[in-house]
């Protein structure tokens, strides 16, 4: 279950969001707040895995009470306001989405499914443990190297464009098409597809080395993005750029690779 805290200084908007969240069934609402200090106190008992935060709030507003925390209880955040000017900002914040008031079902969905890939990539940029038993359960095979977990079929032609994933006792031959973006955790990978994540034991450059230049490219350390999934790039004002795919998720272009990546043509 995903255990979310609510955190608007109005009860309507509180209780609107409540009931929607209520029909998805592994999200879990165990708390609510009214203001920035009410929050701080509610994270630090309830230790929630998200929070939809509203950005305006007497007191201590939205930002404020995300400075105040320490990091290892900061929960994944989804802002939620009447006002867009937010928005670069918010993601400076490291925000996973960034909704709209009145909030769109389209929109909520999305955001949660964003926040769904988040704590599982969270998960496997824990400690070993955690990540072999995650692999364990995702690859059959928790000592998968990139050579196992990308190994072709015998059938499969060399030539081939396909990823050979393995994934328990099958193998997935995963078209680079269906990639949208992939992220790091540790040494291991997370590749997003629009039907389902794999995670491997890889680094970055060994993934860049098998995939195509032309159609991906690096947009950070940990980061890589399929060009034809780009839907938008925004520039902030420290100089570094904000992704955006077709499917909504926002990702960050670093300004050490901002120079290096050509997105939109």
């Known amino acids: 279950m995903i255990r979310t805290l609510i955190v608007d200084d109005e009860p309507l908007a509180r209780r609107g ?33 998200l929070m939809f935060l509203d950005i305006q709030m007497p007191e201590m507003d939205g930002f404020a009470l995300l400075r105040s925390l320490p990091a290892e209880s900061l929960p994944l955040t989804v802002f939620v306001t009447a006002y867009d000017q937010y928005a670069l900002d918010a993601f400076a914040a490291c925000a996973v989405d960034y909704l709209l008031k009145p909030v769109e079902e389209v929109r909520l969905a999305q955001a949660l499914q964003t926040v769904r890939e988040r704590l599982r990539a969270r998960e496997a940029g824990g ?25 072709q079929d015998e059938a499969e032609p060399a030539s081939s464009p396909r990823l050979a994933i393995r994934d328990g006792n099958r193998t997935v031959r995963l078209d680079p098409d269906s990639i949208r973006w992939i992220d790091a955790a540790g040494d291991y990978l997370c590749i997003h597809t629009a039907e389902e994540n794999f995670v491997i034991r890889a680094t970055m450059r060994e993934m860049e080395q098998r995939l195509d230049p032309r159609r991906f490219q690096r947009i950070h350390r940990s980061t890589i993005v399929n060009l034809s999934c780009v839907r938008e790039l925004r520039s902030h004002l420290n100089g570094e750029y904000f992704v955006t795919l077709e499917s909504g998720q926002t990702l960050k272009l670093s300004r050490s690779y901002k120079d290096k990546v050509h997105l939109l043509h």
């Open 17 to 49: 969001l409540e009931l929607r969240l209520a029909g998805q069934p592994d999200v879990e609402v165990v708390g609510q707040a009214g203001n920035g200090r009410e929050a701080g106190f509610a994270i630090a008992a309830l230790k929630p895995d």
């Open 127 to 151: 400690d070993r443990d955690k990540l072999l038993r995650l692999l364990a359960r995702v690859s059959g095979k928790a000592d998968l190297t990139l050579a196992d977990a990308l190994a």
